[in-house]
C-alpha cells in the first residue's frame, strides 16, 4: 500500500515555465520532507516543512504543507535545465522511537533547454 | 566532511547466491536506514539501525537482514537472491533516530544490484 500518492508521475517542460508537483496522504505526518535524486546519485533533502500551512521558499521552489498536515506541494518558478531529476515527497511518521519517512514513488522532471 | 559511502556501486549476483552490501555513515551519525529503490515500487523502507540495535523493521522477507557495528557501520545482507531483489539498494544515516524528521536523511550513492 502505497501511503503517499504524488502527480504528475512525469513532466516534460521547457525551460522558463513553471510547475507544481503534488503529495497527498490520508495518513497524518509529524514532517513532510521533499528530495531530489539525480541519476546514479541517492536523494538529496531540498526541505522539510513541519507545521500545518507552512510555506518555505528555496529560490525558485516553493514548499507548502497542507493545514491538516496529510498533504503537500512543490512548485517551481521558471524552471531551469539543472532542475531536471527525480523528487520525491517524504511523510515521516513516529515508529519504535524513531521517526521512519515513508516516500512516494516519485515525480520525474525534465527540462528542456 | 565525506558523505555517506556505500560499497560495492554494482553488482551482479546469479539468483540463488546471497549478497552483503556495506555502508560507511558520516562521522557522528549513529543511525543507519537501509531502502530499497525500484522503478515500480519507488524507495521502500527495509530497516533501522542504531547503537547495533535494530530499531525498525519494513515489510520484507526474513531473507533481508542487516546489522550495525560499534563504529556505526552497517551492512545488509540478502540470501537466497531471487530475480525481483534487483534494486538500488540505499543507505541513509541521521544523527540520532529522532532527528531524521527536522533534519532527514543523508543518502549514499547506493549499490546498484542486479540479479541474473
Known amino acids: 500500500t502505497q501511503l503517499l500518492e504524488q502527480s504528475p508521475q512525469f513532466l516534460s517542460i521547457q525551460e522558463g515555465e513553471n510547475l507544481t508537483v503534488y503529495c497527498n496522504s490520508s495518513s497524518v505526518f509529524s514532517s513532510l520532507q521533499w528530495y531530489r535524486q539525480e541519476p546514479g546519485e541517492g536523494p538529496v533533502l531540498l526541505v522539510t516543512?513541519?507545521?500545518?500551512?507552512e510555506v518555505k521558499k528555496l529560490k525558485r521552489l516553493t514548499f507548502q504543507f497542507g493545514d491538516a498536515r496529510k498533504d503537500s506541494s512543490l512548485h517551481i518558478t521558471a524552471a531551469q535545465p539543472g532542475d531536471t531529476g527525480l523528487y520525491l515527497c517524504?511523510?515521516?511518521?513516529?515508529?519504535?522511537?524513531?521517526?521512519?519517512?515513508?516516500f512516494g514513488r516519485g515525480t520525474s522532471l525534465i527540462v528542456h533547454p | 566532511k565525506a558523505g555517506v559511502t556505500q560499497t560495492p556501486r554494482y553488482l551482479i549476483k546469479t539468483r540463488g547466491q546471497q549478497v552483503t552490501l556495506s555502508c560507511s555513515p558520516i562521522s557522528g551519525h549513529r543511525s543507519v536506514s537501509w531502502y530499497q529503490q525500484t522503478p515500480g515500487q519507488g524507495l521502500q523502507f527495509l530497516f533501522e539501525y542504531f547503537s547495533e540495535t535494530q530499531r525498525n523493521k519494513g515489510n520484507f522477507p526474513g531473507r533481508f537482514s542487516g546489522r550495525q557495528f560499534s563504529n556505526s557501520r552497517s551492512e545488509m545482507n540478502v540470501s537466497t537472491l531471487e530475480l525481483g531483489d534487483s534494486a538500488l539498494y540505499l543507505c541513509?544515516?541521521?544523527?540520532?533516530?529522532?532527528?531524521?524528521?527536522?533534519?532527514?536523511?543523508?543518502f549514499g550513492s547506493g549499490t546498484r544490484l542486479t540479479v541474473v
Open positions: 516543512v513541519v507545521t500545518g500551512g
Open positions: 541513509a544515516s541521521s544523527s540520532l533516530p529522532g532527528t531524521a524528521s527536522n533534519y532527514g536523511y543523508t
Open positions: 517524504a511523510g515521516v511518521t513516529r515508529a519504535g522511537g524513531s521517526y521512519i519517512p515513508t
